[in-house]
């Protein structure tokens, strides 16, 4: 079985250009995360979908980063304009339930650096 | 809302040495407690859980953890460090009423040969 896969898997862009990222969750999860760890510091949650709806927000940074998961499959978070503090590395993440016992199984992360 | 410490920034160790990470929660209810590693270059990968039960946890490649309820700590063990375990670990918490999890800043664990 396919683990949660993300591409792409390095990307270096421009200050103010637009990346994209894309993430696969595990076939079957309705849970898909996004969490990301700037450079040093802990990783931090993003948001949380519950098939493609938005169920919890509260970690995006601003309105820079638009994430978006149509049809409750893949899950896309795209950057736009990027700034240098963007730079990290961002985890998607799914899980099969719903609540916080539930483990969640991490992708391999997108590096993303912005010069 | 739940919160990590990872006391240690930086471990180093001898290969064949004993290794634990410390890791103090702060949540108000039952946490549920995890222990993620990411290599070099690599995602993060579960190396092991608590849900509820027996508070000794065993996890892949060697790893173990206690629950220390009384301490608010989940503590990460190897009995014999091998190269290979050279990476980055992290504790996170999650909580029953909410789904993400909260992670320490992570300790990275350089291995001595």
């Known amino acids: 079985e396919a683990g949660v896969t993300q591409f792409p898997s390095h990307s270096v862009i421009e200050k103010g250009q637009t990346v994209t990222l894309r993430c696969d969750p595990i076939s079957g999860h309705d849970n898909l995360y996004w969490y990301r760890r700037v450079m040093g510091k802990e990783i931090k949650f993003l948001l949380h979908f519950v098939k493609e709806s938005k169920q919890d927000e509260s970690g995006m940074p601003n309105n820079r980063f638009l994430a978006e998961r149509t049809g409750g499959t893949y899950s896309t978070l795209k950057v736009q304009p990027a700034e240098l503090e963007d730079s990290g590395v961002y985890f998607c993440a799914s899980s099969q339930e719903t609540g916080g016992g539930n483990t969640i199984y991490f992708g391999e992360g997108s590096w993303l650096t912005v010069v | 809302a739940q919160s990590v410490t990872q006391p240690d920034i930086h471990i180093t160790v001898s290969e064949g040495a004993s290794l634990e990470l410390r890791c103090n929660y702060s949540y108000g209810a039952t946490p549920y407690l995890f222990w993620y590693v990411q290599s070099p270059g690599q995602g993060l990968q579960l190396l092991l859980k608590?849900?509820?039960?027996?508070?000794l946890v065993q996890g892949i490649k060697g790893f173990e953890a206690e629950f220390k309820r009384s301490q608010s700590s989940f503590n990460l063990r190897k009995p014999s460090v091998h190269w290979s375990d050279a990476a980055e670990y992290f504790c996170a918490v999650g909580a029953v009423n909410n789904n993400d999890m909260r992670f320490g800043a992570g300790t990275r664990l350089t291995v001595k040969p």
């Open positions: 608590y849900f509820s039960g027996d508070t």
